[in-house]
């Protein structure tokens, strides 16, 4: 079951629609984690931010993905999030935990491999970062949203409940470590907030933590910020160690905030300068025009060359991370 109050942090959301119904570790490994006083479990809103402090314990010594294969699950909640985005909550055997390190990802494929294909007939392969945390019991949650033209994300706002995806992972991305930065910086856009929230939720449920987080959010429409909720609630719960900035490309009449693209000026007036070395990180995560403009493009699964307004301000290749 997911935590009430998550539930009541969307049935917002849900009211509004008939609601019901994303380096490899070693194969060997399989995840032999535990993960002790990590935070409680329960996931996004109100319910599971007041609840982390209460550190249960997770032991658990495998996690019940698979990073070498694809494995089937079941489909358990949809929860619709705004006009192209849902909450897709699947469940997890046993009502063991994902155990996933952060920051990594999954990857999604049809359990019929031949039931979404590219023009070559090869399954269609997507990454996806699950917003539940690591240690939630039973359940595994991915936010996604729906592209007109794209094919996964299409696929699985198909789904039914009941129906099953085939998911592989993790995919290590960063091996955030705590404290090991004095300020991080989180720039973004749309659905790229998933892999952010991840580093940003897990890094201040920590109670260790110094890090300071600051994120630069931009989305189209102030109706298209994903995760708002949670991400004020953790703003309100650790003011000293996280700011938000949102942004708006057609900020309507109530919008008071900046709007626009993520520039130059803003980061200087936001992020850590650049001149602190390995003592700032830049996470960037955003739609590939967004990354190109920011950080320069990504090289497939490489990072590729530092390039953009980030490059620009002086930060080094070392500094920056494109998820
Ligand atoms: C590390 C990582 C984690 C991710 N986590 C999530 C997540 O949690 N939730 C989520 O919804 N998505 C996430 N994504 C994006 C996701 O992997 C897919 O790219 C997205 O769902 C579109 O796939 P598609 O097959 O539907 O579209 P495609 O068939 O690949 O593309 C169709 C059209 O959509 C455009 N498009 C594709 N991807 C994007 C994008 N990201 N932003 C803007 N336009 C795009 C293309 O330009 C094209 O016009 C993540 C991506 C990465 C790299």
């Not at 619709?80 to 920051?103: I, K």
């Not at 991305?173 to 973004?188: D, H, M, Q, R």
Request: aromatic share 10%; glycine share 8%.
């Amino acid at each position: 079951m997911l935590p009430s109050a998550f539930v009541r942090s969307f049935t917002r959301c849900a009211r509004r629609y008939t609601t019901e119904a994303a380096s490899t570790p070693k194969k060997s490994s399989n995840l032999p984690f535990y993960l002790l006083g990590a935070g409680a479990a329960g996931i996004g809103g109100y319910w599971y931010l007041e609840n982390r402090s209460t550190h249960a314990e997770v032991k658990q010594e495998k996690s019940p993905l698979d990073p070498e294969n694809f494995k089937d699950f079941k489909l358990k909640r949809i929860i619709p999030y705004n006009h192209n985005t849902s909450t897709f909550v699947f469940e997890l055997p046993e009502n063991q935990a994902s155990l996933l390190p952060v920051a990594s990802c999954l990857v999604a494929r049809s359990s019929d491999p031949e039931a979404l294909t590219d023009a070559k007939g090869k399954p269609i392969i997507r990454p996806y970062t699950p917003i539940s945390p690591p240690d939630l019991k039973g359940e595994l949650v991915l936010l996604v949203k729906r592209y007109e033209n794209g094919n996964k994300s299409k696929y699985i706002h198909s789904l039914k409940v009941g129906d099953t995806l085939a998911l592989k992972g993790p995919i290590l991305k960063f091996p955030y470590k705590a404290n090991e930065f004095n300020e991080v910086a989180l720039i973004g856009g749309g659905s790229g907030i998933t892999p952010l929230y991840q580093v940003v939720d897990h890094a201040l449920a920590d109670k260790s933590n110094t890090t300071k987080f600051k994120l630069l959010f931009s989305n189209v429409t102030e109706n298209d910020i994903l995760m708002r909720e949670e991400l004020d609630a953790l703003k309100k719960k650790y003011p000293n160690n996280f700011e938000i900035v949102y942004l708006v490309d057609k900020p309507g009449p109530n919008w008071t905030g900046p709007s626009g693209y993520i520039t130059s000026d803003i980061i200087k007036k936001h992020v850590a300068p650049a001149y602190l070395g390995n003592k700032v990180k830049v996470f960037v995560c955003g739609p590939p025009g967004q990354v190109a403009a920011l950080a320069g493009k990504k090289n497939g699964k490489e990072q590729g060359e530092l390039g953009g307004i980030l490059k620009e301000l002086g930060y080094s290749q070392d500094q920056v991370f494109k998820f």
